[in-house]
C-alpha cells in the first residue's frame, strides 16, 4: 500500500501508485477520506501543502489488500485466460455495446 510508509503528497502518491492517472487518484481521495480510510491534511502553507496518511481504519486494509495481491499474482495467468477465452466467445458487437466493461477496467499488476 502506497500510504503504508506515512504521509505523502499527492504528487508522491500517484508516482508510488503505478498507472493511475492524476484525475483518477484525484477522483478517488475524497472518496477514500469520506469512507475514514485516508486522511488529508492542508498546512497553510505557501505554496499549498496537502498530505494524505492512512488513518488507523485504513491501517486495517493492509492484510486484506496483501491478500488480494498475493491472489492476483498466483492466478493472473486463469484470470487473462478465462477472459480470453470469453472475449472468443462474445460476438464483436457484444463487445462494443460494453458487455464487458465491468470486467475490461480491471487492471492486474
Known sequence: ???????LRFGELREAV?????????????DLERDGSVDRTAYDEMPP???YEL???????RGPLTAL????EKYIEDVMSARESCDK???PDA?????LSMVS?????
Open 69 to 72: 495481491g498475493r491472489w492476483a
Open 49 to 51: 501543502r496537502l498530505e
Open 95 to 99: 463487445l462494443t455495446r460494453g458487455c
Open 105 to 109: 477496467g480491471l487492471r492486474w499488476a
Open 18 to 30: 503505478d498507472g493511475i492517472s492524476g484525475k483518477v487518484l484525484a477522483d478517488t481521495l475524497p
Open 89 to 91: 466467445r462474445l460476438a
Open 55 to 61: 488513518t488507523t481504519l485504513g491501517c486495517t486494509l
Open 1 to 7: 500500500m502506497a500510504l503504508s510508509g506515512g504521509p
